[in-house]
Each structure stands twice: as structure tokens, then as C-alpha cells.
């Protein structure tokens, strides 16, 4: 699951987070590559398009796993603190945790920061 917190204003034409409902359901060779929201919109029409805009300090969780989008801000930035919670490796992106000499005993896959523009 990941939970998003909006750290600036997001209306629907500063990149707001968008989800596809049903597309959970998809093959899931859909659900790894990105995707643009009028091809979205075209495949799984307009009522499935579910888009959360908001002010700054609004929060949203979702499940990982379906199609989501995030269209390029037009109006202004979007600043978004997304934090993803998994027991599973994720195949989109490389675990290779780094090897720090004076590690404490801990999880190599716990408190890792990922930063996304």
C-alpha cells in the first residue's frame, strides 16, 4: 500500500494522482509500464478514472497494485511525500541495498528513502 500526502496545492491541472477502478484486474503485463491518462481514459473509459486533487496536507492511501497515473503538471509544481509499505520485493525498482561498515543489526530493507521528482 502507499500512502500520499500533497505538499502543495494539486488541482486538475497540476498533475493530479489518478487511479484506474477495475484495473486491478488487468493483465498484469499492463500494470508495468506508464501510461498516459487519455490512453487510460480511452481503454477503460471516463467513469473509471478516479482523480484526487486537493490542498496541501491531504492524504490518500491506495493499493499498489492497478493502474495509476500521474499526468505532467501544466499549471504549477506538484510536491507529493509518497511512503510505500510492502512485504514483498517490488519489481519496479532495484533492491540492492548498500553496505554500510558500522551497520546496526537491522533489516537491509527497512528505512530506505526513495526521493522521485
Given at each position: 500500500?502507499?500512502?500520499?500526502?500533497?505538499?502543495?496545492?494539486v488541482?486538475?491541472?497540476?498533475?493530479?494522482?489518478?487511479?484506474?477502478?477495475?484495473?486491478h484486474?488487468?493483465?498484469?503485463?499492463?500494470?508495468?509500464?506508464?501510461?498516459?491518462?487519455?490512453?487510460?481514459?480511452?481503454?477503460f473509459?471516463?467513469?473509471?478514472?478516479?482523480?484526487?486533487?486537493?490542498?496541501?496536507?491531504t492524504?490518500?492511501?491506495?493499493?499498489?497494485?492497478?493502474?495509476?497515473?500521474?499526468?505532467?503538471?501544466?499549471?504549477?509544481?506538484?510536491?507529493?511525500?509518497?511512503?510505500?509499505?510492502?512485504?514483498?520485493?517490488?519489481?519496479?525498482?532495484?533492491?540492492?541495498?548498500?553496505?554500510?561498515?558500522?551497520?546496526?543489526?537491522?533489516?537491509?530493507?527497512?528505512?530506505?528513502?526513495?526521493?522521485?521528482?
Open positions: 500500500m502507499k500512502l500520499f500526502f500533497y505538499l502543495t496545492d488541482d486538475e491541472t497540476s498533475g493530479p494522482h489518478q487511479f484506474v477502478r477495475g484495473s484486474r488487468t493483465r498484469p503485463e499492463l500494470l508495468w509500464r506508464t501510461h498516459d491518462a487519455e490512453t487510460l481514459e480511452k481503454a473509459g471516463r467513469d473509471a478514472m478516479c482523480v484526487v486533487t486537493g490542498a496541501a496536507g492524504a490518500f492511501v491506495t493499493a499498489s497494485i492497478g493502474i495509476h497515473a500521474g499526468p505532467i503538471p501544466i499549471s504549477r509544481p506538484r510536491l507529493v511525500l509518497q511512503i510505500g509499505y510492502t512485504l514483498m520485493p517490488r519489481f519496479s525498482l532495484l533492491y540492492k541495498p548498500m553496505e554500510i561498515e558500522s551497520r546496526p543489526a537491522v533489516d537491509k530493507y527497512i528505512n530506505r528513502l526513495f526521493l522521485r521528482q
